[in-house]
Protein backbone atom coordinates (compact mmCIF):
# COMPACT_ATOMS: atom_id res chain seq x y z
CA UNK A 1 0.00 0.00 0.00
CA UNK A 2 1.08 3.12 -0.97
CA UNK A 3 2.32 5.53 1.98
CA UNK A 4 2.50 9.34 2.12
CA UNK A 5 5.55 11.04 0.56
CA UNK A 6 5.72 12.95 4.04
CA UNK A 7 4.85 10.72 6.69
CA UNK A 8 5.88 7.51 5.78
CA UNK A 9 4.41 6.28 8.69
CA UNK A 10 0.83 6.95 6.83
CA UNK A 11 -1.27 5.29 4.56
CA UNK A 12 -1.52 7.31 1.32
CA UNK A 13 -5.09 8.78 0.08
CA UNK A 14 -3.95 9.34 -3.77
CA UNK A 15 -1.62 11.42 -5.43
CA UNK A 16 -1.83 15.36 -5.66
CA UNK A 17 0.04 16.67 -8.14
CA UNK A 18 1.98 13.04 -8.59
CA UNK A 19 2.80 13.41 -5.04
CA UNK A 20 1.25 10.62 -2.67
CA UNK A 21 -0.20 12.06 -0.09
CA UNK A 22 -1.62 11.25 3.58
CA UNK A 23 -5.15 12.13 4.75
CA UNK A 24 -3.81 15.40 6.62
CA UNK A 25 -1.71 16.29 3.72
CA UNK A 26 -4.54 16.32 1.04
CA UNK A 27 -6.49 18.47 3.02
CA UNK A 28 -3.70 20.76 3.82
CA UNK A 29 -3.01 21.01 0.15
CA UNK A 30 -6.45 22.00 -0.52
CA UNK A 31 -6.77 24.98 1.89
CA UNK A 32 -3.16 25.95 0.91
CA UNK A 33 -4.34 26.07 -2.49
CA UNK A 34 -7.40 28.02 -1.84
CA UNK A 35 -4.89 30.85 0.37
CA UNK A 36 -3.68 31.39 -3.07
CA UNK A 37 -3.69 34.85 -4.31
CA UNK A 38 -6.65 34.63 -7.09
CA UNK A 39 -4.15 36.30 -9.43
CA UNK A 40 -2.59 33.06 -9.47
CA UNK A 41 -2.78 30.57 -12.10
CA UNK A 42 -2.15 27.69 -12.58
CA UNK A 43 -3.32 27.57 -8.73
CA UNK A 44 -2.97 23.47 -7.80
CA UNK A 45 0.51 23.43 -7.37
CA UNK A 46 1.54 26.34 -6.23
CA UNK A 47 2.25 24.93 -2.85
CA UNK A 48 5.04 23.43 -0.83
CA UNK A 49 5.62 21.63 1.94
CA UNK A 50 7.14 23.91 4.96
CA UNK A 51 7.59 21.00 7.48
CA UNK A 52 6.64 20.44 11.47
CA UNK A 53 3.48 22.55 12.42
CA UNK A 54 3.49 24.30 9.15
CA UNK A 55 2.61 21.56 6.69
CA UNK A 56 1.69 22.64 3.59
CA UNK A 57 1.70 26.56 2.58
CA UNK A 58 1.18 28.60 -0.11
CA UNK A 59 4.39 29.46 -1.94
CA UNK A 60 4.57 32.83 -1.15
CA UNK A 61 5.16 36.07 -3.69
CA UNK A 62 3.55 36.60 -7.04
CA UNK A 63 2.34 34.01 -9.58
CA UNK A 64 4.41 35.93 -12.90
CA UNK A 65 7.32 33.80 -13.37
CA UNK A 66 4.99 30.60 -12.42
CA UNK A 67 2.54 31.19 -15.04
CA UNK A 68 5.08 32.34 -17.68
CA UNK A 69 7.24 28.85 -16.66
CA UNK A 70 3.96 26.78 -17.17
CA UNK A 71 3.22 28.42 -20.45
CA UNK A 72 6.30 27.91 -22.07
CA UNK A 73 7.44 24.73 -20.20
CA UNK A 74 10.75 25.37 -18.42
CA UNK A 75 11.31 23.45 -15.95
CA UNK A 76 14.65 24.91 -14.38
CA UNK A 77 16.24 25.49 -10.42
CA UNK A 78 16.43 23.60 -7.68
CA UNK A 79 13.62 21.81 -5.80
CA UNK A 80 13.11 25.03 -3.41
CA UNK A 81 12.66 27.61 -6.54
CA UNK A 82 10.27 25.01 -7.95
CA UNK A 83 6.07 24.69 -7.53
CA UNK A 84 4.96 21.14 -6.71
CA UNK A 85 4.82 20.24 -10.56
CA UNK A 86 8.72 21.17 -10.73
CA UNK A 87 7.89 25.02 -12.36
CA UNK A 88 10.27 27.66 -11.19
CA UNK A 89 8.73 31.08 -9.45
CA UNK A 90 11.03 32.48 -9.66
CA UNK A 91 11.84 36.01 -11.83
CA UNK A 92 15.56 34.85 -12.57
CA UNK A 93 14.87 31.34 -12.52
CA UNK A 94 12.45 31.49 -14.96
CA UNK A 95 14.21 34.34 -17.60
CA UNK A 96 17.76 32.55 -16.74
CA UNK A 97 19.30 31.78 -19.47
CA UNK A 98 18.28 33.82 -22.07
CA UNK A 99 19.81 36.34 -24.62
CA UNK A 100 19.07 40.23 -24.39
CA UNK A 101 17.04 41.10 -27.49
CA UNK A 102 17.04 44.87 -28.19
CA UNK A 103 13.22 46.34 -29.01
CA UNK A 104 13.64 46.96 -32.39
CA UNK A 105 14.22 43.04 -32.77
CA UNK A 106 11.51 41.62 -30.37
CA UNK A 107 9.21 39.01 -31.62
CA UNK A 108 6.46 37.28 -30.76
CA UNK A 109 7.37 34.29 -28.11
CA UNK A 110 9.97 36.55 -26.41
CA UNK A 111 9.99 36.91 -22.67
CA UNK A 112 10.03 40.36 -20.86
CA UNK A 113 11.37 41.71 -17.59
CA UNK A 114 10.82 44.66 -15.18
CA UNK A 115 13.92 46.35 -14.56
CA UNK A 116 14.21 45.72 -11.03
CA UNK A 117 13.01 41.46 -12.00
CA UNK A 118 9.81 42.22 -10.33
CA UNK A 119 7.61 40.93 -12.95
CA UNK A 120 8.03 38.90 -16.13
CA UNK A 121 5.93 38.42 -18.54
CA UNK A 122 5.68 36.81 -22.76
CA UNK A 123 5.21 38.50 -25.75
CA UNK A 124 2.01 38.12 -27.57
CA UNK A 125 1.74 41.03 -30.64
CA UNK A 126 4.41 42.92 -32.42
CA UNK A 127 3.64 46.02 -34.48
CA UNK A 128 5.75 47.82 -36.17
CA UNK A 129 5.47 50.93 -36.92
CA UNK A 130 6.63 52.43 -40.41
CA UNK A 131 7.93 55.73 -39.15
CA UNK A 132 9.67 54.40 -36.44
CA UNK A 133 11.15 50.85 -37.09
CA UNK A 134 13.11 50.61 -33.98
CA UNK A 135 10.28 50.85 -31.77
CA UNK A 136 7.48 48.38 -32.17
CA UNK A 137 4.47 48.27 -30.44
CA UNK A 138 4.69 44.90 -28.22
CA UNK A 139 1.93 43.73 -25.60
CA UNK A 140 3.11 41.40 -23.30
CA UNK A 141 1.00 38.74 -21.90
CA UNK A 142 1.82 38.61 -17.71
CA UNK A 143 0.01 36.75 -14.63
CA UNK A 144 -0.48 40.39 -12.84
CA UNK A 145 -0.73 40.61 -8.97
CA UNK A 146 -2.27 44.38 -9.72
CA UNK A 147 -4.29 43.21 -12.39
CA UNK A 148 -5.63 39.70 -9.94
CA UNK A 149 -5.65 37.88 -13.34
CA UNK A 150 -3.72 36.99 -16.76
CA UNK A 151 -3.76 40.05 -18.77
CA UNK A 152 -2.15 41.90 -21.86
CA UNK A 153 -0.53 45.06 -21.38
CA UNK A 154 1.07 47.51 -23.86
CA UNK A 155 5.03 48.07 -23.22
CA UNK A 156 5.10 51.87 -23.80
CA UNK A 157 1.90 52.39 -21.88
CA UNK A 158 1.55 49.70 -19.05
CA UNK A 159 4.98 49.42 -18.56
CA UNK A 160 5.95 53.15 -19.89
CA UNK A 161 8.27 51.16 -22.14
CA UNK A 162 10.64 50.28 -19.07
CA UNK A 163 12.35 46.95 -19.01
CA UNK A 164 14.26 44.14 -21.44
CA UNK A 165 13.35 41.27 -23.77
CA UNK A 166 14.94 38.06 -23.48
CA UNK A 167 15.08 35.16 -26.07
ZN1 LIG B 1 1.26 13.27 4.86
ZN1 LIG C 1 3.05 25.11 -10.90
Redesign the pocket.
Known amino acids: MAKCSVHPGLASVGKVNGVEVCDQCNKQIAAAVKALDKHVE?K???VWYEGGKKGWQPIPGTGCA?WL??DQGIKRGGKGEQ?????P?RVSTAVGGRKAVKLAEVKVGDFFVKPDQSHCGLVVKVTPDPKNPDHPTVIIRSDSSAQGKVADNDFDGYYSGKGSFVR
Open positions: PGCMHAHCMLGYF
